[in-house]
C-alpha cells in the first residue's frame, strides 16, 4: 500500500491510498469512528445552579464540548477497567471544575474557557463555546469528570466529525466530439474543469465527487470519468481534541489488534472441532 498525502491540517486531513481495496479503506472508517477512544466530560455534578437551564441541559452541553489532550501522554484507563472498580480516579479519569458568580447589576455568559481542569495538557478545544448566560444575581458551580470512551458506546466520543472515501477519479475530455461550450465549466460546482485558452482541460481531477453531472449536461461521449477501484481519496476532519494522524496510527494499529483476535480464535475453533 502507497500513501500520498494531499492535504495536513490541525484539524483535517486528505490523502490517496494505493494498492488497497474499498473494504480496507471502510475498516479504517469504521474503526476510527467507533473503535479509536477520545476523552469527553461523562459525569457532571452540580454544586449550585440559578441560571435559566436545568442541571441537565447544562450536563448535555458539557458533555459536547471536545477536549483537546495527548492520549499518549495522559496514559488513562477505560473506567471498567481501571484498579479503582469504575468509581472514577485519577487514573481513569479527569477533573474539571467550573465557577461563575454575577453580581446584581451585570450578566456573563459562561464559557467553555471557564472549566479549569485539574490535569495539564487537557482543556477544551476552544475557550470560546458558549453554556450559559447568567443573569444578575445568579451563580453556576459545578464539577465535571472526563473518562476514555469510543463512538460505538456513544457518538459523543467519536474523535472525528466528518469521514469518507471514495474511488481515485479519473475524468478526461474527448477532444474529438467536445464542442468547447463551457457547460462542464459551468456546471462543475468543485471546478474538474477549466477554461484554458480556446479549450476546456481537466484542471483539478481531484476535486470530482464521481457525480456525473457534467456528463449528463454535456454532448454525449465528450466528457467520461473513471474509476480506480484500487485508488482511493480518504479524507476526515476531527472535533480537535487529536491531531488527525494520531487517529490514523490509532485506527491501524487497533485493526491489527482485531486481525490477530480473530486468527487465534479461528486457529483455536478449528483445533477443536479437528479434536471432535
Given at each position: ?8 491540517f490541525?484539524?483535517?486531513i486528505k490523502?490517496?491510498?494505493s ?15 467507533a473503535?479509536v ?7 457532571v ?7 435559566p ?6 450536563a ?5 464540548i471536545p477536549l483537546k489532550?495527548?492520549?499518549d ?11 479503582c ?9 479527569v ?7 454575577t453580581?446584581?447589576?451585570t450578566s ?13 495538557g487537557?482543556?477544551p ?5 458558549p453554556?450559559?448566560?447568567l443573569?444578575?444575581n445568579?451563580?453556576?458551580e ?15 466520543w467519536?474523535p ?11 475524468p ?7 464542442t468547447?461550450c463551457?457547460?462542464?465549466?459551468d456546471?462543475?460546482?468543485?471546478g474538474?474543469?477549466q477554461k484554458?485558452g480556446?479549450?476546456?482541460?481537466v484542471?483539478?481531477?481531484?476535486s ?9 449536461q ?11 477501484s484500487?485508488k482511493v481519496?480518504f479524507?476526515f ?13 490509532k ?7 482485531k486481525?490477530?483476535e480473530?486468527?487465534?480464535?479461528l ?5 477443536e472441532?479437528e479434536?471432535d
Open positions: 500500500m502507497d500513501i500520498e498525502l494531499i492535504e495536513l490541525p484539524n483535517s490523502l490517496i491510498l494498492d488497497i481495496t474499498l473494504a480496507f479503506a471502510n475498516a479504517i472508517r469504521r474503526i476510527s469512528l473503535d477512544p477520545s476523552l469527553i466530560i461523562e459525569d455534578y452540580v454544586l449550585r445552579n440559578t441560571s437551564l436545568f442541571d441537565e441541559f447544562i448535555h452541553r458539557l458533555g459536547l489532550y495527548d492520549i501522554a495522559l496514559e488513562l484507563n477505560f473506567r471498567d477497567e481501571c484498579d472498580g469504575g468509581i472514577g480516579c485519577n487514573l481513569c479519569t477533573t474539571l471544575t467550573l465557577s461563575k458568580v453580581d446584581g447589576q456573563a455568559v459562561v464559557y467553555s474557557g471557564d472549566l479549569v481542569s485539574s490535569t495539564e487537557v482543556e478545544i476552544k475557550a470560546s463555546i453554556i450559559v448566560k443573569g444578575p445568579q451563580a453556576l459545578l464539577e465535571c469528570m472526563a473518562q476514555l470512551g469510543v463512538g460505538k458506546e456513544h457518538s459523543k467519536q472525528v466529525a466528518a469521514m469518507g472515501y471514495q474511488e481515485f477519479p479519473n478526461k475530455i474527448n477532444k474529438e466530439k467536445c468547447n463551457l457547460v462542464c465549466v456546471t462543475c460546482y468543485t474538474v474543469f484554458v480556446d479549450s476546456v482541460q484542471a483539478n481531477p481531484l470530482c465527487t464521481l457525480c456525473n453531472f457534467c456528463i449528463d454535456c454532448e454525449p461521449g465528450a466528457i467520461s470519468i473513471q474509476k480506480e484500487s481519496i479524507s476532519e476531527t472535533t480537535g481534541g487529536m491531531e488527525p494522524p494520531t487517529i490514523l496510527k485506527a491501524g494499529n487497533i485493526l491489527l489488534t486481525i490477530d480473530f486468527k487465534k480464535t486457529e483455536t475453533t478449528l483445533s472441532k479434536k
